[in-house]
């Protein structure tokens, strides 16, 4: 093989040569130019036993030119209809001749021009010639500007087919004043009846000025502007006459007066929104939040109740019930508890004001509410749903692997009154016998008892779930119009007699007829789960 030297500007690289196939006195080789190769180049070949070249070399020329550097990126404000930037790269001749007739165009964007730096703005880059080694300096003008991030590109290029691409990110933005407020956002208490004026620092901290300074205010926030000056200053913006005309230099500050009112009337709560501070380029909000208060107390009472004790003589409350009542803003809380000489509870000397109420007892679901407590309004009533269904579910590990026995036990209770009956079901999904006895009471007439009896024991399950099995005994009196059954129903203690003789009156025949004459009241098949 016989190595060939390229060398370029001073560059030099060895080639390696492999046989021709067609001729074996012929070598060959590829020579892969790099992205920037440009100006002479002079290749010679020599036999590997000498040290120096036979002599036998080829020289050509290959124009180039480098943008220094190749990649821009460029951030301004804008502060008019044109942007200019001066000096943002050089364009350098790498080749070893001159190259002549360079010319640019911008690809990417519209309006944008290229010139020489040296030059005005207004003139575009073109070149007659540019000799090695020598470099120019450039810049760009955009017209019609608005804010943008985008990317772009410069391309130089010749007649002689010699190009060079400068890519550019532009970053535009427009200057804009930076409002700041002190406080930054209207927070009070305030009481019915009276008003308070509030004081609002606006502060520029931008790079310029904040000219047409509006303040627009909702007209149901109970709030008002009062003033509107520079500091250090007394005319007042806020009148008719000078509204929308203030200007806040750079770096400098405003006062802004509110009032708030509040009628004696308003009811309590608080009221929240924005406050818009309008200027010629845009847009700054306020946030507030005023809270309505009042210097009334009075005495709060809650009575507990749930399905039990409403429907039954004499309407008992719940007896060991919890009642909790919160008002965070004012720090205040306080806990009471029912006793069975009341079955209420009782919060003295409060303030007229907004609360969370909580309550809870045994066998009960919880309870929670907001409430606004006013004098007129003292007594309230709580209601506590009765918690008649409960499951357990009980997982024993066996001595196989991944394997469980799971009993599930369901206790329910049956009455809408008082708690006369609990039913106890434990059992095991595969474990069903195959006559399910439940020994309940149910209070029901005629043809309505002998549809639950046809049910099967899931149905009367939730039968009994549902509570109102009680309500439906005395629809079904009043529609017989049995004034002795109804006057019987106020008694929760004869209740179960009276049932069990309907039962035994109506469907004595059909109990002797079933197997099984221990159990009278209701027997259900089983069924499949």
Request: hydrophobic share 35%.
């Amino acid at each position: 093989m016989y190595p060939i030297n390229s060398t370029l500007t001073g560059t030099t690289r060895v080639l390696t040569t492999t046989n021709d196939k067609n001729n074996s006195t012929s070598f060959r080789t590829t020579y892969y130019p790099r992205p920037d190769d440009a100006g002479t180049f002079r290749v010679e070949a020599y036999h590997p036993g000498f040290e120096q070249s036979s002599g036998n070399t080829l020289t050509w020329v290959i124009l180039g030119m480098r943008c220094e550097p190749n990649f821009v990126s460029l951030k301004s404000y804008i502060d008019g209809s044109q942007a200019v930037f001066t000096n943002v790269s050089t364009l350098k001749n790498i080749g070893g001749y001159p190259i002549i007739n360079i010319s640019s165009k911008v690809y990417g964007i519209e309006n944008v021009h290229v010139f020489k730096s040296e030059d005005k703005t207004e003139e575009a880059f073109f070149m007659t010639d540019l000799n090695s080694d020598e470099m120019v300096s450039f810049g760009f003008q955009m017209k019609d500007v608005k804010p943008m991030l985008k990317t772009f590109y410069i391309v130089f290029s010749t007649t002689d087919r010699t190009y060079e691409r400068l890519q550019i990110n532009v970053d535009l933005s427009i200057k804009k004043p930076i409002l700041f407020f002190e406080p930054n956002a209207v927070k009070d208490n305030i009481i019915r009846g009276t008003q308070n004026i509030l004081d609002i620092t606006i502060k520029n901290i931008g790079d310029i000025q904040a000219r047409d300074v509006n303040i627009h205010i909702p007209n149901e926030s109970k709030i008002s502007l009062l003033s509107l000056s520079r500091k250090g200053e007394t005319l007042n913006y806020a009148n008719e006459q000078l509204r929308d005309s203030l200007t806040i230099p750079a770096l400098s500050e405003a006062i802004m007066s509110l009032a708030v009112t509040v009628e004696s009337n308003t009811p309590l709560g608080e009221l929240r929104g924005t406050i818009a501070v309008n200027i010629n380029l845009t847009t700054f909000i306020l946030p507030y939040a005023i809270t309505i208060t009042s210097e009334r107390r009075l005495n709060l009472t809650f009575e507990i109740k749930d399905e039990y004790t409403y429907f039954a003589t004499g309407s008992p409350l719940v007896i060991g019930a919890e009642v909790k009542l919160v008002n965070p803003r004012r720090g205040y809380s306080e806990t009471r508890l029912t006793y069975n000489d009341t079955g209420a509870v009782l919060f003295e000397n409060i303030y007229e004001d907004k609360y969370n109420v909580y309550a809870k007892a045994e066998g009960h679901s919880t309870y929670s509410a907001i409430i606004i407590a006013t004098p007129y309004t003292t007594v309230r009533d709580i209601f506590l749903q009765r918690t008649a269904v409960t499951y357990t579910w009980t997982v024993t590990p066996t001595t196989v692997e991944d394997k469980y026995k799971i009993t599930l036990d369901s206790t329910f209770e049956t009455f809408s009154n008082q708690a006369c009956h609990l039913v106890e079901l434990g059992w095991r999904p595969n474990d069903i016998p195959s006559r399910l006895n439940l020994p309940v009471t149910f209070r029901n007439v005629q043809n309505r008892l002998s549809k639950l009896m046809k049910k099967s024991p899931l149905s009367l399950l939730r039968e009994a779930m549902t509570m109102e099995l009680n309500q439906r005994l005395v629809d079904c009196a009043t529609a017989l119009q049995d004034k002795q059954l109804l006057a019987k129903l106020s008694r929760c203690d004869v209740i179960s007699q009276e049932i069990t003789r309907l039962v035994s009156q109506l469907y004595i025949t059909e109990r002797d007829q079933r197997r099984d004459k221990q159990r009278p009241i209701a027997v259900a098949h089983r069924r499949k789960l």
